[in-house]
């Protein structure tokens, strides 16, 4: 088992910058995500990392370049820098924790095991 409290949400101007955290306890997954949410519209995966040996990192096109997903595997926490802020990026944001193969863009969102109750980031223009 593991649990997931993500912190850090908030409410900034467009262009501005936020950085979420997830503190997991429990079982250390190696592979880690952030996914988001908007009322109505189903659960998007938005980064995802692989923080073993050889790190690997995935991103959804409309946050390449202004997010970064980062992991203190010291202290199992996972972080989602986030700059140049846009009202689209507006959303319920959500970590999550699994089996490698299911923390991917192309894999379902519904094979997710493992997921935090979410941080509001809300971005005003």
């Avoid at 699994?98 to 941080?119: A, Y």
């Amino acid at each position: 088992q593991v649990q997931l409290v993500e912190s850090g949400g908030g409410s900034v101007q467009e262009g501005g910058s936020l950085r979420l955290s997830c503190q997991s306890s429990g079982y250390r997954y190696r592979c880690m995500g952030w996914f988001r949410q908007t009322p109505g519209k189903e659960r998007e995966g938005v980064a995802f990392i692989d923080a073993g040996r050889d790190v690997f990192i995935e991103y959804m096109d409309s946050v390449k370049g202004r997010f970064t997903i980062s992991k203190d595997n010291h202290k199992n926490i996972l972080y989602l820098q986030m700059n140049s802020l846009k009202p689209e990026d507006t959303a319920m944001y959500y970590c999550a924790a699994d089996i490698c193969s299911r923390m991917h863009l192309s894999r379902p969102t519904q094979e997710v095991s493992f997921w935090g109750r979410g941080t509001q980031v809300t971005v005003s223009s």
